[in-house]
């Protein structure tokens, strides 16, 4: 079983940066893949970034936002720059067992969820 924890949500204004972290819990850390997902009110949950040997984004989110992992501290954080109005969302981080690496994108390859933090990007 692992529990993720989101922080760092807020309120910004367009262009401004963010910084979200996930903390799980659990003693394999660095075997799990953990995703990052955001959800729009009226929209389904996306794919934005996520990490498991190496980081891998979605093409709207490519060049602003960074994923970084510190296995250490059983960490994931999501750096986010030059934020749009559009990037306001509900931000999940997700967990799968991945031992061997690989890129996940869909909702379905993650078995663990936080709780979410809200994002919210004023023009």
């Known amino acids: 079983q692992v529990q993720l924890v989101e922080s760092g949500g807020g309120l910004v204004q367009a262009g401004d940066s963010l910084r979200l972290s996930c903390v799980a819990s659990g003693r394999t850390f660095r075997d799990y893949a953990i995703g990052w997902f955001r959800q729009a009110p009226g929209k389904e949950r996306e794919f934005v970034a996520g990490v498991s040997w190496s980081p891998y984004y979605a093409d709207s989110v490519k060049g602003r936002f960074t994923v970084s992992r510190d296995n250490a501290k059983n960490m994931v954080s999501l750096q986010m720059n030059s934020l749009k109005p559009e990037d306001t969302a509900v931000y999940y981080c997700?967990?799968?067992?991945?031992?061997?690496?690989?890129?996940?994108?869909?909702?379905?390859?993650?078995?663990?969820w936080g709780q979410g933090t809200q994002v919210t990007v004023s023009s």
């Open positions: 997700a967990a799968s067992y991945r031992p061997y690496g690989g890129t996940w994108y869909g909702n379905g390859d993650y078995n663990y």
